[in-house]
């Protein structure tokens, strides 16, 4: 059994956000259909490095996000194609749109619309600011948001900031709050019957990420200071330079900063008045890095992760992402699945990383190609060979 067997979503999303949330219901056994315009579908299907795979509108920011779905196309402009769009809504339990603001009820299809159509159904709407206040009708991507959120101005350190996350958190973010919100909303509806409106923005799903850093401000009245890789709640926490490259240690308890000590060979450091107590050692973290590492520098990163992990003390190496993607902790969890596309061959993609014991999840079929499944999802709605042919003609889909 599969966690989310029979459940219908309608995936109208495009790029990030969206097409990674209803990434997390497919994974779990959902029957994703991804409404695309017919004319070149999600935009994603034509970002990534490879030229090749754009142009055939598979491209690799499209097959990240979007196994285990199908596509159709319809055109939502068309009076026809919101008619199909209304009938798929009588079927569905979901639907998850990541229009602006009032797009979809300039289109006819609000969710008072919908849901008088059916009561049941669950509608998330996910946008850069939510569906109402002064931004709501700004135009936002991740960066945007990284930066209006206060996540740029916390990263780096005094010779580089802002600086941004080094992928798209905000909208990742965004699809896992949609993802858990829908999930909640579908334990609700087995309550009760009832569906329900989902407004996720964001804006407000990123911002409690910040929850110790702004709680010193908020509660504590402490301004954050960009400290680059040091971690602000402790000392020693963070990238130190070794022999051949660097370490992670992160000694955030008193045993395990005297480990370190013991380990570096300089026990002397445990009562030494500059770093005997935690908030000393924070104070005095510049000094304290100094001397740790001229003995960090005599031997190689590997002998100094295997030596302070023995002792409980947590550190490890830092990795590229090819390493870090083959990893055998990665593989032996199987973070990782493989899945075959006819033209493409196999594509390495990311599954549900969350382990159910009684329904797990699975990486089971590749990203759809653009329309890819149109005839299989009219036809299931009642409409013949004929019907459909007509409808390509006059491009509804």
């Known amino acids: 059994m599969k966690l989310l067997s029979g459940i219908r979503v309608l995936d109208l999303t495009n790029v990030l956000a969206g097409p990674f949330a209803t990434l997390h219901l497919a994974l779990a056994g959902a029957e994703v259909i991804k409404i695309e315009n017919p004319g070149g579908g999600d935009l994603a299907r034509k ?20 196994a ?13 194609g919101r008619d199909v769009l209304k009938k798929l809504v009588e079927t569905a339990d979901v639907l998850v749109e990541n229009f602006r603001p009032g797009v979809m009820k300039r289109l006819g299809l609000s969710y008072e619309t919908l849901a008088a159509i059916n009561p049941r159904l669950i509608y998330c709407a996910i946008s850069g600011f939510g569906q109402t206040g002064p931004d709501a009708a700004k135009p936002a991507y991740d960066q945007i948001i990284q930066g209006l959120s206060g996540v740029m101005a916390v990263n780096g350190d005094e010779r580089l900031n802002p600086l941004r996350c080094g992928f798209p958190v905000c909208d990742t973010v965004g699809g896992l709050n949609a993802a858990f919100a ?10 009760t019957g009832e569906g329900q409106f ?32 040091d971690n602000f709640t402790a000392a020693p926490s963070g990238t130190f330079v070794t022999e051949d490259g660097y370490i992670n240690i992160a000694a955030n308890q008193q045993d395990q900063w005297e480990a370190v000590c013991d380990v570096v060979g300089l026990p002397q450091l445990v009562t030494d008045p500059r770093f005997a107590k935690r908030d000393t050692r ?31 003390v947590p550190s490890g190496e830092i990795l590229g992402l090819e390493e870090a993607l083959n990893a055998p902790q990665v593989a032996h969890r199987g973070s990782l699945g493989t899945v075959t596309e006819p033209a493409l061959g196999d594509l390495r993609l990311f599954g549900l990383t969350a382990k159910f014991e009684k329904t797990p999840g699975a990486l089971e079929t590749p990203p759809p190609r653009l329309g890819a499944h149109t005839g299989e999802i009219l036809g299931g709605l009642g409409y013949d060979d004929a019907a459909i042919d007509a409808l390509r003609a006059r491009g509804v889909v």
């Open 47 to 66: 970002l990534g490095c490879r030229p090749e795979l754009n142009a055939e509108l598979m491209g690799t920011s499209f097959l990240a996000q979007n």
């Open 198 to 229: 989902i407004d996720v923005a964001l804006l407000d799903s990123i911002m409690p990420l910040l929850g110790w850093v702004a709680a010193n401000l908020l509660i504590g009245g402490q301004q954050p200071v960009p400290m680059g890789n």
């Open 282 to 312: 924070k104070a005095n973290r510049k000094a304290l890095t100094a001397v740790l590492e001229e003995r960090l520098t005599e031997r190689p990163t590997a002998y100094w992760v295997e030596a302070l992990n023995a002792r409980g």
């Open 68 to 80: 285990n779905k199908k596509s159709m196309t319809l055109n939502l402009k068309s009076d026809e």
């Open 182 to 191: 829908i999930m909640g909303a579908l334990f609700h509806r087995e309550r």
